[in-house]
């Protein structure tokens, strides 16, 4: 059965970090690019445009502008897992988060997609708040 599973989120207070980790069970996730979404509080769907995401092995990596310095995302291909670092935290950081990847086995040579239909397989989200 394909699963991802997000783990770490939490309540931090602004300025701080944590590591989110998407770990995936019934497929290979070091053959796919890996996305990083969010959905804010109050908002009906999540964002379509991804926030971070990480090609195949260790392909390339993307950062939208508004998270560029501050989160960091790798990948663990022996642990089947990817990560999603997040320092100096702000309270529009408050969201669930979700990791998703393609269907497809996705070139190393080729740049992560940023589209959110371009990701087939998601996990259940992990709920990041930050308030002092």
């Known amino acids: 059965q394909v699963q991802l599973v997000e783990s770490g989120g939490g309540l931090v207070h602004p300025g701080g970090s944590l590591r989110l980790s998407c770990a995936a069970s019934g497929f290979t996730l070091g053959d796919r690019a890996v996305g990083w979404f969010r959905q804010a509080p109050g908002r009906s769907a999540r964002e379509s445009h991804v926030?971070?995401?990480?090609?195949?092995?260790?392909?390339?990596?993307y950062y939208v502008d508004s998270v560029k310095g501050r989160f960091t995302i790798s990948r663990d291909n022996a642990k089947n897992t990817v990560y999603l670092q997040i320092n100096s935290l702000k309270p529009e950081d408050t969201a669930v988060y979700f990791c998703a990847a393609p269907r497809r086995i996705w070139s190393s040579d080729d740049d992560c997609p940023s589209a959110e239909r371009e990701y087939d397989y998601w996990g259940q989200g992990t709920q990041v708040t930050v308030s002092s």
């Open positions: 926030l971070s995401c990480i090609s195949s092995s260790n392909g390339s990596t």
